[in-house]
Nanobody
């Protein structure tokens, strides 16, 4: 099992910035992908950004150029720097961990990000 705890969400005006953090603990496996999903009320959860332990990244088209994901592998922590925030970025953001050894998915509890106009 992997436990994920997010922090850094909040209320920000459009054009502002936030940085989300996710600390992983428990049975973190050597090969994994960590990242961020988001879910707005009544909508499907969608991938925002992800990064493998080797440094490869993947971003949703809607956040490319605005969001940046980073990892501190020794600390088992992943970050999401969100710049130029838009109201449509408003959602609950969930940290995600995928073990490439076991194909087991772990999810954080979510942190609310609200962007006002």
């Amino acid at each position: 099992q992997v436990q994920l705890v997010e922090s850094g969400g909040g209320l920000v005006q459009a054009g502002g910035s936030l940085r989300l953090s996710c600390a992983a603990s428990g049975s973190t496996f050597r090969a994994n992908v960590m990242g961020w999903y988001r879910q707005a009320p009544g909508k499907q959860r969608e991938l925002v950004a992800a990064m493998g332990t080797g440094g490869s990244t993947n971003y949703a088209d809607s956040v490319k150029g605005r969001f940046s994901i980073s990892r501190e592998n020794v600390k088992n922590t992943v970050y999401l720097q969100m710049n130029s925030l838009k109201p449509e970025d408003t959602a609950v953001y969930y940290c995600h961990h995928l073990s490439l050894d076991t194909n087991f998915n772990s999810w954080g509890q979510g942190t609310q990000v609200t962007v006002s106009s």
